[in-house]
């Protein structure tokens, strides 16, 4: 069984960092797409960005962009999400994903995740 497991969530101020990581316990597939998602209070969860594990290519939703950075750790099973310039709007339950690599491009890496961590928390406060 494949599990994800999310650490690094926490409380921060406004304009500071953080940094979430989440290890899968084996691969599926030869490649994935790895990713970090979000669920703020009261809303739908949106896509935050996603890593392409064979090539290093990345994708982050525009409100992240310039701010956030995802990266991976293949020999440690690793996913990471560095976050900074952290405003109260970042707050939110952050989930790790992944999924076969084939959705890895465009916006398609927000709907072809098969895996889910179970989500860390994140509060921003101003």
């Known amino acids: 069984q494949v599990q994800l497991v999310e650490s690094g969530g926490g409380s921060v101020q406004a304009g500071g960092s953080m940094t979430l990581s989440c290890t899968i316990s084996?691969?599926?597939?030869?490649?994935?797409?790895m990713g970090w998602f979000r669920q703020p209070p009261g809303k739908e969860r949106e896509g935050v960005a996603a890593v392409q594990t064979s090539t290093g290519a990345t994708f982050y939703a525009d409100s992240v962009k310039g701010r956030f950075t995802i990266s991976h750790d293949n020999a440690e099973n690793t996913v990471y999400l560095q976050m900074s310039s952290l405003k109260p709007e970042d707050t939110a339950m952050y989930f790790c994903?992944?999924?076969?690599?084939?959705?890895?491009?465009?916006?398609?890496?927000?709907?072809?995740?098969?895996?889910w961590g179970q989500g860390t928390l994140v509060t921003i406060s101003s």
């Open positions: 084996k691969y599926i597939y030869s490649a994935h797409c």
């Open positions: 994903a992944a999924g076969s690599e084939a959705y890895c491009f465009g916006s398609n890496w927000r709907y072809g995740m098969e895996y």
